[in-house]
């Protein structure tokens, strides 16, 4: 296997694993919606398998000349990190330490020791604004519980706001390791990564070879891209050598802005277009449904919380994303959720003879797609 970690980025701000604090109680966040703010800061979760690249990114895009002030948080922080120690700061009795280095290219880089709320914090509230954070999740199974304290925290309020989440995947390895754990209840982080990804960068492209596939290279990505896409039909795949992406490709993505319709509308029509239907139960795997009648919004808040929170119908869902056709509303409807967090949000006015239709996209395993269609089309008006 070919590992491209161990070209360390030259920023970090160490997390001590297990300090936040997930909410307890599922929340639906529509109903206390933040206020957002045209000045908040994107926050990018990097995630991906040992040796698919993230590090190579990282390191890319700090030292790329793209004119922007980015910061770095690594969730995990070593010795092996090769850059001078510029500063350090101690807090009352030492309990906070702080070391900044400013990188030629304006980007910062730093490690933090406390909770990730208050790194976010200290960062946003430096002298000279950052344009975007990166949060790197190394050891990390799955990028699902940083996503729900972007999504939360109550002390960040509209400071920063969650752009997206990207998974690395290696080409050349990814089949082996979608396969190692397919039929075993040892689920593999693979899978849950590129479940939760809105951008999956395909990277190492060039190891992908004939005699490693018995088929000639440009078949085996295809039929990788339609393994993602089995997965994750919401994802963007975005193929790589040595993870060098054009950075516009990777920040302001919006992927939770409920606003960035052009987007989601894209998405929902290429979900549609793709079957899942040899995927196995246990496997995780995306389904569409969709439904004509209005709905009343009241009845999808109780289907919803029962599927996400109370495990009604005894599915695993990691994510969904969809529009709603609301009753006596003139509005389009957007709904979302990460694991039991959700939302649903009224965005813009629908246009006349646009195809008024529900749609929602279910990321997850043990899904059945006969009783979401059935459970759905009971929250909808009779005509």
Known sequence: MDFEDDEIPPLAIEITQ???????????????????????????????????????LVNHILNGKHGKRIAVILNEFGEEIGVERAMINEGDGGAIVEEWVELANGCVCCTVKHSLVQALEQLIQRKERLDHILLETTGLANPAPLASILWLDDQLESAVKLDSIITVVDAKNLRLQLCQHRDSSLF??????????????LNKVDLVSQKDFKSVSSDILVELEKEIYSINSLASIIHSVRCQVDLSKLLGRRAYDATHLDHLDSLLKRSLSISTSVIHDNSVRTLCICELQKVDLDKVRLWLEGILWENKYNMD????????????????????????IYEIVPTRKWQQGENRMNKIVFIGRYLDEEILRISFRACTMPT
Not at 37 to 47: H, L, P, Q, R, Y
Not at 195 to 201: N, S, Y
Not at 320 to 340: P, S
């Open 18 to 56: 297990n300090t936040e604090e997930i909410p307890s109680n599922p929340l639906n966040i529509s109903e206390n919606r933040r206020k957002t703010s045209n000045d908040s800061v994107g926050v990018t979760i990097i995630t991906g398998y040992l040796g698919s690249g993230k590090s190579t």
């Open 188 to 201: 593999t982080e693979a899978y849950l990564q590129i479940a939760f990804a809105d951008v999956v960068i």
């Open 317 to 340: 869902v990691y994510r969904c994303k969809g529009v709603l056709d609301v009753q006596n509303a003139d509005k389009l409807h957007v709904i979302q959720a990460v694991r039991e």
